[in-house]
């Protein structure tokens, strides 16, 4: 078969293998989904799961979704001892759901004689029958040889006489599996290019475990050695430690290795968005520190650091951000300089004299407000509202004079076994030349709060249908302590949500929880008001 030697195929495990994830269930309907996702960034293989193994992959496999660009991938194991390729209910229902198997066999001979109790000769027969068996039924057949490195370095020639079965049975790919994750890369190099002297590269395979935090660098190291297909998962799921990062991979391949992986670099603009769509998927953060796609991947803090990337953001960028679907962020911290400030001013739109006195006050009263505890590089719409203050920019939407609350706990039967906790919130705010007074109950004293302070403002035609569209979507409470631990305070983050889907953070420190609540919550407001374009009832 006749392939560019710079073709390198690729192979998510992400709805077999990513489910062995400890916390991880999906549904049918998750799985269908992810496969869509995939076949959107034209993975070559999607690997569906085992049918016949449990409840959810027999209904996906009964309604598959309809792919594009990806070829949908059963997977299974070789056939049993004692019984005959065409007489194994397993393989009978690997060949009836779906037109390309993936078949799972031993090739560490410890295994063979421990794990299944039968003779070497006996699981290399098992491997050649199963193979030639469904190559007559379904369109392609390739063959994950579990425990292949820990087979090679214990009986180097055993290892090659299992994958050489496989592969001279029929199958389209042999993939070598690192089980155990124990594997170095210099290891997994020298090895695979031993496999290639043996076996065409053009039908060689690498699945790598993340044991040692090395199976990226474990498929780069095997491609690099010859082998062409990559087996991995979205944001590296998978059982114990997890599998080889495809979101990871396919980028360093891409424009760094230049291999082509049958991904065009338009789709690669989507690879954030659909590593994000597994996350939410999952009901997860995505991890802000993630390579390529993460928050942080493109984020400068540092003002040494900013004054560079201004200049030329190749100083501490190894590629643009966009090329990945991400973008650069400029964080305000008290690490801060002048570069850090005018660049996010130019990300909000502000313009501003690059020598105005403003903008080292507005240093300086970041660095300190950092220093008492607030952290704007995860708040930046506090931040945002902060600089607008002092270039003179934003109005005062209300003003909040005075606010309680109170927290009950009532017992509602003789045995104390049933319990109501309720808070409530007493308000008084400002508004123009108007005075407002509102009480409102929640199931917690933000809650409560929140509640009091809304009743006000949706009184108030002009701020009524910003305020209604605020949704409070994440709450986060950190207590920081300093120097020797009696001047603890409590940073609160606030994330929020509108009807567009926008999403804002904001934050508020204080000794006082409840105060430093409502400064986040205070923030979240003003700032939905702002963006809105609502004029300010203040003179």
Same mark, same amino acid.
């Given at each position: 078969? @006749?392939?560019? $030697?710079?073709?390198?195929?690729?192979?998510? !495990?992400?709805?077999?293998?990513?489910?062995?994830?400890?916390?991880?269930?999906? %549904?049918?309907? $998750?799985?269908?989904?992810?496969?869509?996702?995939? *076949?959107?960034?034209?993975?070559?293989?999607?690997?569906?799961?085992?049918?016949?193994?449990?409840?959810?992959?027999?209904?996906?496999?009964?309604?598959?979704? @309809?792919?594009?660009?990806? #070829?949908?991938?059963?997977?299974?194991?070789?056939?049993?001892?004692?019984? %005959?390729?065409?007489?194994?209910?397993?393989?009978?229902?690997?060949?009836?759901?779906?037109?390309?198997?993936?078949?799972?066999?031993?090739?560490?001979?410890?295994? /063979?004689?421990?794990?299944?109790?039968?003779?070497? $000769?006996?699981?290399?027969?098992?491997?050649?029958?199963?193979?030639?068996?469904? #190559?007559?039924?379904?369109?392609? /057949?390739?063959?994950?040889?579990?425990?292949?490195?820990?087979?090679?370095?214990?009986?180097?020639?055993?290892?090659?006489?299992?994958?050489?079965?496989?592969?001279?049975?029929?199958?389209?790919?042999?993939?070598?599996?690192?089980?155990?994750?124990?594997?170095?890369?210099?290891?997994?190099? *020298?090895? /695979?290019?031993?496999?290639?002297?043996?076996?065409?590269? %053009?039908?060689?395979?690498?699945?790598?475990?993340?044991?040692?935090?090395?199976?990226?660098?474990?498929?780069?190291?095997?491609?690099?050695?010859?082998?062409?297909?990559?087996?991995?998962?979205?944001?590296?799921?998978?059982?114990?430690?997890?599998?080889?990062?495809?979101? %990871?991979?396919?980028?360093?391949?891409?424009?760094?290795?230049?291999?082509?992986?049958?991904?065009?670099?338009?789709?690669?603009?989507?690879?954030?968005?659909?590593?994000?769509?597994?996350?939410?998927?999952?009901?997860?953060?995505?991890?802000?520190?993630?390579?390529?796609?993460? $928050?942080?991947?493109?984020?400068?803090? &540092?003002?040494?650091?900013?004054?560079?990337?201004? #200049?030329?953001?190749?100083?501490?960028?190894?590629?643009?951000?966009?090329?990945?679907?991400?973008?650069?962020?400029?964080?305000?911290?008290?690490?801060?300089?002048?570069?850090?400030?005018?660049?996010?001013? =130019?990300?909000?739109?502000?313009?501003?004299?690059? #020598?105005?006195?403003?903008?080292?006050?507005?240093?300086?009263?970041?660095?300190?407000?950092?220093? *008492?505890?607030?952290?704007?590089?995860?708040?930046?719409?506090?931040?945002?509202?902060?600089?607008?203050?002092?270039?003179? +920019?934003?109005?005062?939407?209300?003003?909040?004079? !005075?606010?309680?609350?109170?927290?009950? =706990?009532?017992?509602?039967?003789?045995?104390?076994?049933?319990?109501?906790?309720? !808070?409530?919130?007493?308000?008084?705010?400002?508004? &123009?030349?108007?005075?407002?007074?509102?009480?409102?109950?929640?199931?917690?004293?933000?809650?409560?709060?929140?509640?009091?302070?809304?009743?006000?403002?949706?009184?108030?035609?002009?701020?009524?249908?910003?305020? +209604?569209?605020?949704?409070?979507?994440?709450?986060?409470?950190?207590?920081?302590? =300093?120097?020797?631990?009696?001047?603890?305070?409590?940073?609160?983050?606030?994330?929020?949500?509108?009807?567009?889907?926008?999403?804002?953070?904001?934050?508020?420190?204080?000794?006082?929880?409840?105060?430093?609540?409502?400064?986040?919550?205070?923030?979240?407001?003003?700032?939905?008001?702002?963006?809105?374009?609502? =004029?300010?009832?203040?003179?």
């Amino acid at each position: 078969m @006749k392939m560019s $030697d710079k073709r390198v195929y690729l192979y998510d !495990s992400t709805l077999r293998d990513g489910q062995q994830t400890q916390g991880v269930d999906f %549904s049918a309907a $998750d799985k269908t989904a992810i496969a869509k996702a995939l *076949d959107e960034l034209s993975i070559d293989y999607i690997e569906g799961g085992w049918p016949g193994a449990n409840p959810t992959d027999d209904a996906f496999f009964a309604n598959p979704p @309809k792919l594009k660009n990806s #070829k949908l991938t059963a997977f299974g194991m070789t056939r049993r001892a004692g019984r %005959s390729a065409s007489n194994d209910p397993g393989l009978t229902s690997l060949a009836q759901n779906a037109p390309i198997v993936c078949m799972v066999g031993k090739s560490w001979d410890f295994q /063979v004689t421990e794990a299944l109790g039968i003779e070497l $000769d006996e699981n290399l027969a098992m491997i050649s029958d199963s193979i030639a068996h469904l #190559k007559s039924k379904v369109s392609e /057949v390739m063959f994950d040889a579990e425990h292949f490195f820990d087979g090679y370095k214990a009986n180097r020639d055993y290892a090659l006489a299992a994958i050489k079965s496989a592969y001279e049975a029929g199958a389209r790919w042999v993939v070598l599996c690192d089980t155990n994750g124990g594997t170095l890369p210099d290891e997994i190099f *020298d090895i /695979v290019t031993d496999v290639c002297s043996q076996i065409p590269g %053009s039908h060689v395979g690498i699945h790598c475990h993340n044991d040692t935090e090395n199976a990226v660098a474990n498929s780069l190291a095997a491609v690099r050695a010859g082998a062409r297909q990559v087996q991995g998962t979205l944001n590296g799921l998978g059982e114990r430690c997890g599998n080889a990062n495809l979101i %990871s991979i396919i980028p360093t391949l891409m424009l760094k290795m230049g291999y082509d992986v049958g991904i065009s670099h338009d789709q690669l603009t989507h690879l954030r968005r659909i590593s994000h769509i597994l996350d939410e998927r999952l009901n997860r953060e995505p991890l802000r520190q993630a390579a390529y796609v993460g $928050d942080s991947a493109f984020a400068h803090k &540092g003002g040494l650091h900013v004054s560079a990337v201004e #200049k030329n953001p190749t100083c501490y960028e190894h590629i643009e951000p966009h090329l990945v679907g991400n973008q650069r962020h400029i964080l305000v911290s008290d690490q801060a300089g002048r570069s850090n400030i005018l660049a996010r001013f =130019r990300e909000i739109g502000v313009e501003v004299d690059p #020598k105005s006195e403003a903008i080292g006050k507005l240093v300086e009263t970041v660095k300190r407000r950092e220093f *008492d505890g607030y952290a704007y590089d995860g708040a930046e719409a506090s931040f945002e509202l902060l600089a607008r203050k002092a270039m003179g +920019e934003l109005d005062r939407y209300f003003r909040v004079t !005075s606010f309680r609350v109170i927290d009950e =706990r009532r017992w509602v039967d003789e045995q104390d076994e049933q319990v109501i906790t309720m !808070s409530e919130a007493t308000v008084k705010v400002v508004v &123009g030349d108007d005075q407002f007074m509102s009480v409102a109950e929640g199931n917690g004293p933000v809650n409560a709060l929140d509640a009091a302070l809304r009743k006000v403002l949706l009184t108030v035609p002009e701020y009524r249908d910003a305020v +209604e569209q605020i949704e409070l979507i994440d709450y986060k409470v950190r207590i920081i302590t =300093r120097g020797d631990g009696t001047r603890a305070v409590t940073r609160v983050m606030i994330e929020s949500r509108d009807a567009e889907g926008n999403n804002w953070a904001t934050v508020g420190v204080s000794t006082n929880i409840i105060e430093a609540s409502y400064n986040a919550l205070r923030d979240s407001i003003t700032y939905k008001l702002f963006k809105s374009g609502v =004029r300010s009832q203040h003179a």
